[in-house]
């Protein structure tokens, strides 16, 4: 019979004892969301700073278009990547399936739509007139860019913050191009799911307690960097 306490304190213990299986799940769970969050934030910085420092026709469109993305559910980007990598899908010679690179792609597409549309919005945040002095005083076009970025600096890095706490809770995507594979592509909430199904609660409830206190350091970094963005 199921006794929370007891589970509760088994779990502490797990913790306390630096269990390898616990803390070998939790460096593979944050090794795989910095990866893809460092992906995205190396694609959305550039595509920001292209629709947001350039005019073109279609602007408010692409713009639009961004925002939109941010809604695509998770499983839907798993489905695509579970078939992209598939035997049969178009990269499946790569043999990336049910390997970490297909959560690290499946997480970096998840989380590119979100940063890119934080970073429009932080970009977009700069006066013009900040530019345009730089131009004045002699800069060249890539330098006022490089500039607007460096005065756009703390919300950007609040964008990078948000877009990997998305991926860092997510279950069912993960789970599907990941596989679950112990010692491999199991990390904190697949894990998580499938010892609490097992009955496991013990290291269900270890990496609970692991995977908040990770959320809460995230959500303290980008409460802090959003109150910087501010001043």
Known sequence: ??????????????????????WGIVGVSLKVSV????????????LALLVTQREFAGKR????????????PAVVIGLLVYLLFSRSGPLGALQLLYSQGA???????????????????????????????????????????GG?????????????????ARVLGETGMTMMVGGNIKGDTRVMTTAIALETMKGNFELGIALGIVLLIVAIAINVALQSVQGRAGQ
């Open 1 to 22: 019979m199921f006794n929370l306490w007891q589970s509760i304190l088994q779990a502490l213990k797990l913790l306390a004892s630096f269990d390898p299986e616990l």
């Open 35 to 46: 990866a893809a969050a460092l992906i995205a934030a190396a694609l959305a910085v550039p």
């Open 61 to 72: 469109a692409a713009i639009g278009l961004v925002n939109s993305l941010m809604a695509v």
């Open 103 to 145: 959560m690290v792609v499946a997480q970096a597409l998840l989380a590119l739509p979100l940063m890119t549309g934080l970073c429009v919005a932080a970009l977009q945040g700069v006066p013009p007139l900040a530019r345009e002095t730089m131009l004045t005083l002699g800069a060249t076009r890539l330098q006022s860019v």
């Open 148 to 164: 607007v970025a460096r005065e756009a600096r703390f919300a950007l890095t609040a964008a990078f913050i948000a877009g990997l």
